[in-house]
């Protein structure tokens, strides 16, 4: 179980990667991307979630899902660490964390800066 200190948004994007990224990936392919934007209002976190999304090599094509986590509401359990530990790194440090990335060939990775 987990609390937050502030809302976050998870957003669940396909995203093409624009140059060749730390990640691995090649430039020009396709992800689907965890994504974890502190806010409360949607367009406010989706025009964040953009402007952060090229330092990361990404572009956003689509979001597929878009689910808003209430500080203000009681705990919660979360499916995994996978998902605690980067949207309580968003709330914390108030600013977007990537989660996992799925690629076309199933591989998926984390970033291993969210402790």
């Known amino acids: 179980m987990a609390r937050i200190d502030r809302d976050v948004w998870f957003f669940l994007i396909e995203a093409r990667v624009t140059?060749?990224?730390e990640r691995g990936l090649p430039s020009g392919?396709?992800?689907l991307v965890q994504c974890f934007v502190p806010g409360h209002r949607l367009?406010?976190?989706?025009a964040?979630?953009?402007?952060?999304?090229?330092?990361?090599h990404l572009s956003r094509i689509d979001t597929l899902r878009a689910i808003r986590f209430?500080?203000?509401a009681d705990e919660e359990e979360y499916p995994g660490d996978?998902?605690?530990?980067p949207l309580e790194a968003a709330a914390s440090r108030?600013?977007?964390?990537l989660g996992i990335f799925v690629t076309a060939d199933g591989v998926s990775s984390t970033r291993?800066?969210?402790?």
């Open 43 to 46: 367009e406010d976190c989706l």
């Open 94 to 97: 108030n600013q977007c964390v």
């Open 48 to 56: 964040e979630l953009d402007a952060y999304l090229p330092s990361q």
């Open 70 to 72: 209430d500080a203000n």
């Open 82 to 85: 996978f998902f605690r530990r």
């Open 19 to 21: 140059s060749h990224s």
């Open 29 to 31: 392919s396709r992800t």
């Open 112 to 115: 291993e800066d969210v402790h």
